[in-house]
């Protein structure tokens, strides 16, 4: 190629838009052959980890499965968080809120107990967790008893003001989205999966017809990188001067400094080709998903360009006479909405107690006010484990990590679905299966540094660095092979042979009458005949292991045009109803239901 690369040039462009096709091509630029040996090494790389430890893991699991660079690492943080999980204690713990009023005629407000005996009631729990640090709440008051020293004194104590905190807070718009964020949103927001949003965000950058126009509505959605070219931020600043006036428009033009671990800063966020283009005003020539990622990439990217969100925020803290007991509130009101007019944020978590506290109503007070108690409320919590993983927050770990690239995201969960490493529940939640564990316990035993996230992300580093060209990629290759090799020759002799495990149940085949051992794939557990693949007689499972009704066989008057001696049986499948011959599994005709009679 070097020799070639002279006739050779690259053209670049973010939109399928005329103008940006047309100034492209009036500024190509020499092959960057940085680029291309980054791109050798990422494809020699995963292919080596893929083409030889999936042949280990058929001979010594099953045929089938297969491994990757990223897409293990994946499977174990799945894998790691259901340990953690099945580790973790729950307890309970008790808090104490007050209903207060400032007088008879004011509104009722509550005031959260913060300290007692000049110790805090709430802690935060530090939980060091394979991927990340996990915080959750407990209190001094781990029992109802505990409660009733400080609710005797707050209802037997003069309740007195003690410090009002009053202050302007200003909320920043997010960034314009990049793939791993929209993909969150997509996910968050819309309830779509990672797959299903890349899909529509690639209709919509490929172009649609617009009224005898075909043109793309937003620029290429395969991008880290949080860059946003002047052109569009004028077009921005226009718009929303005209749509919602010049207020709203900040002084300088928001500037989003890259936050992602090797972001290729040549690209740029994904935002619509045109903000003029509104979502109401092309809603018509669009599908529904269509229209949902575009209306959420045009509101994301305008908001981002738009005056923060400014807040009157009020905090204030109640003492007893002796100060022993600490309450505190706290409210606030909007100023000035800001971006907040195009694009509010969805709380991805539960609403915490501050959060909730955030949002009262509060009367005006000041320091040495005396307020009525009306009533002491003691509320019963239980700690937390940490969350299972879904999509939108795997793929924030892994970006937070540096794993992979965004673009690849969506491709990586897809396939651990498919091959029934981890299952996607109902709720939406990722769960690791009975084989993704077994699959993730032998790689970790010895391949240690491919199943390492810093050892993963650091090879990404190094595939940076050979795109900037400060180190040689094939030595980085090389240095990769040997130890690779080494553990590949080590796995291939020691590593025991295991089936993922099979149970036995006193259950019967419907087909054959052999027994059915109970197996799982990524669609849950079912029961399956012990003679498989001889016989493919199964029965499903519910989620909680119950089998689900099977249409039972139906004898009918018709004679088996094969064997001449036995009856037919109208039978059912997924594909619907057919014949099969009763003298099974020695004669195996099979005929399709033509009578509607049968």
């Not at 519910?542 to 064997?563: A, H, L, M, S, Y």
Request: proline content about 5%.
């Amino acid at each position: 190629i070097n020799a070639d690369k002279a006739k050779f040039q690259r053209i670049s462009f973010h939109e399928i838009t005329k103008a940006a096709i047309e100034a492209s091509l009036k500024s190509p630029r020499e092959l960057d052959m940085n680029l291309v040996n980054a791109q050798q090494a990422r494809r020699i790389i995963d292919r080596l980890v893929g083409y030889k430890l999936s042949p280990l893991l058929w001979a010594k699991i099953k045929s089938g499965l297969s491994a990757g660079r990223v897409q293990s690492v994946t499977v174990r943080l799945v894998a790691e968080r259901a340990r953690e999980i099945a580790a973790f204690t729950e307890e309970d713990y008790y808090t104490l809120n007050a209903r207060l009023a400032k007088d008879a005629e004011s509104r009722d407000f509550e005031s959260k107990l913060v300290r007692w005996r000049a110790k805090p009631v709430e802690q935060t729990i530090l939980l060091k967790l394979f991927a990340e640090d996990y915080r959750y709440k407990t209190s001094v008051f781990k029992k109802m008893e505990d409660t009733v020293e400080a609710a005797t004194l707050l209802r037997n104590s003069v309740l007195t003001v003690s410090r009002v905190e009053a202050k302007a807070v200003r909320q920043k718009p997010k960034p314009p989205f990049i793939t791993s964020t929209l993909q969150q949103d997509g996910y968050n927001k819309l309830g779509f999966s990672s797959d299903r949003t890349m899909k529509v965000a690639q209709s919509l950058y490929e172009g649609v017809e617009l009224g005898g126009e075909r043109a793309g509505l937003i620029t290429y959605m395969r991008t880290d990188s949080f860059n946003v070219s002047a052109e569009i931020q004028n077009e921005t600043v226009k718009f929303v001067t005209g749509a919602y006036g010049k207020e709203f428009v900040p002084a300088k033009p928001p500037l989003y400094l890259k936050k992602v671990k090797g972001a290729q800063e040549a690209h740029e966020a994904i935002h619509p080709t045109s903000v003029y283009r509104r979502p109401e005003d092309v809603n018509a020539f669009l599908n529904p998903d269509q229209a949902k990622v575009y209306d959420l990439i045009w509101r994301r990217f305008l908001a981002s360009q738009m005056e923060e969100a400014v807040f009157d925020s009020v905090s204030v803290e109640i003492t007893d006479a002796n100060g022993a007991a600490v309450l505190r509130t706290s409210g606030r009101t909007m100023k000035f909405e800001g971006y907040l007019k195009v694009y509010r944020e969805e709380k991805e978590e539960e609403v915490t107690d501050e959060e909730e506290e955030e949002d009262s109503i509060i009367p005006p007070l000041k320091e040495g006010d005396r307020l009525i108690l009306k009533d002491v409320i003691s509320k019963a919590h239980r700690t937390s484990p940490p969350p299972n993983y879904n999509e939108a927050s795997i793929i924030k770990t892994l970006e937070k990590h540096g794993i992979g690239r965004p673009s690849t995201y969506s491709v990586i969960i897809k396939n651990v679905v498919d091959r029934g490493y981890i299952k996607r529940e109902k709720d939406r939640k990722l769960l690791i299966s009975e084989l993704g564990a077994l699959v993730t316990d032998k790689l970790k035993d010895f391949f240690p540094d491919i199943m390492d996230i810093s050892y993963t992300a650091s090879i990404e580093d190094k595939l940076d660095d050979i795109a900037a060209g400060t180190i040689n990629w094939v030595k980085m290759i090389v240095e990769f092979y040997g130890p690779f090799a080494r553990n590949l020759g080590k796995a291939d002799t020691d590593m025991v042979k295991t089936r993922p495990n099979v149970i036995k149940t006193d259950e019967k085949c419907p087909l054959c009458l052999s027994p059915l051992v109970l197996r799982e794939s990524k669609y849950g557990k079912y029961l399956s005949c012990s003679r498989f693949p001889k016989c493919k007689g199964k029965i499903p499972l519910d989620r909680e292991g119950n089998k689900i009704d099977v249409f039972k066989p139906i004898p009918v008057e018709k004679t088996c045009t094969k064997c001449n001696k036995n009856k037919m049986l109208l039978r059912r499948s997924a594909r619907g109803y057919f014949l099969a011959c009763s003298g099974f599994p020695k004669c195996r005709n099979i005929e399709k239901v033509t009578d509607p009679e049968v």
